[in-house]
């Protein structure tokens, strides 16, 4: 799953963000509702920034929790596109409840995956400048989470 945002002002400039579901593999639970506590995880994102006529791209500001990341205008291509990630650590999420998903014992839904389609947010900001003006175009997209069923035997996930 993906998530995709677009924004634009003929006065400032365009800012498109999309990005990809994280993974997490979680280890088979007991029965019932649980709280999963997500480990650290990285978003990837693919940022196309357009400003109008007469102004060039200055910067990129994404932050998504705690977490930020700033690009430069010389991280973007000709065309106005970067792609980048952001780190977001386990201690800035939230638990995830999950109930009856990936149960101990039970091989049978081991190959589901659960969406969260709506874990966190991502802010982010175009800043557009020339010699005397500058405008700024700001966007939010929804960042996703898709939790997978470790099976014993894979390699182990991380602090979960």
Do not use: W
């Amino acid at each position: 799953m993906s998530a995709t945002a677009a924004h634009g002002d003929e006065l400032a400039g365009q800012l498109r963000v999309e990005s990809d579901s994280a993974s997490v593999a979680i280890l088979p639970q007991p029965p019932g509702p649980r709280l999963i506590q997500l480990p650290d995880i990285t978003f990837t994102m693919q940022i196309e920034a357009r400003c109008k006529a007469g102004l060039h791209a200055e910067s990129i500001s994404i932050s998504v929790a705690d977490s930020r990341v700033n690009l430069q205008s010389t991280e973007l291509t000709e065309q106005g596109i970067a792609e980048t990630t952001i780190r977001v650590p386990k201690n800035q999420l939230g638990p995830l409840m999950i109930e009856n998903f990936c149960i101990a014992g039970d091989d049978t839904g081991a190959a589901a995956a659960l969406q969260f389609r709506d874990t966190l947010s991502a802010h982010v900001s175009l800043k557009c400048a020339a010699d005397d003006r500058q405008s700024i175009v700001y966007q939010a997209v929804a960042l996703g989470v898709e939790l997978s069923c470790q099976l014993q035997g894979d390699d182990a996930p991380d602090d979960i």
